[in-house]
């Protein structure tokens, strides 16, 4: 991952790689919030159903299930186009447009 990996992406590019790291981003947001918004649903269900002791369980399949979807869109996502650095969360943003890696422009 050295510096001999920067590359000069155009306009076009740039533009392109704003695009997936939003829609990305924004199903990243989409499926964590949904995860623990289908968690608090059930748990509003079951406590006023009062099988919140047999069915605790399931109120957590969609936070895991949330947590995984998440993590697997991010670890396969949230790279630079030029060296793949994993920027876990740290996406380029309008402040900070350059790969930390590789000191590509990713987005303009
Ligand atoms: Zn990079």
Aim: glycine residues 8%; proline residues 5%; positive net charge.
């Amino acid at each position: 991952m050295g510096p001999e990996k920067q590359q000069d992406f155009n306009q076009e590019q740039r533009a392109e790689f704003a695009r997936q790291f939003r829609r990305h981003q924004r199903f990243q947001i989409f499926i964590l919030v949904g995860g623990i918004l289908l968690y608090f649903v059930h748990m509003v269900y079951a406590l006023s159903a009062d099988i919140w002791d047999e069915s605790w369980g399931y109120g957590l399949l969609p936070l895991f299930g949330g947590a995984a979807m998440y993590w697997n869109s991010a670890a396969k996502y949230n790279r630079c186009p030029a060296c793949d650095h994993f920027f876990n969360r740290g996406l380029p943003t309008r402040t900070r447009k350059m790969c930390p890696a590789c000191g590509s422009q990713l987005i303009d």
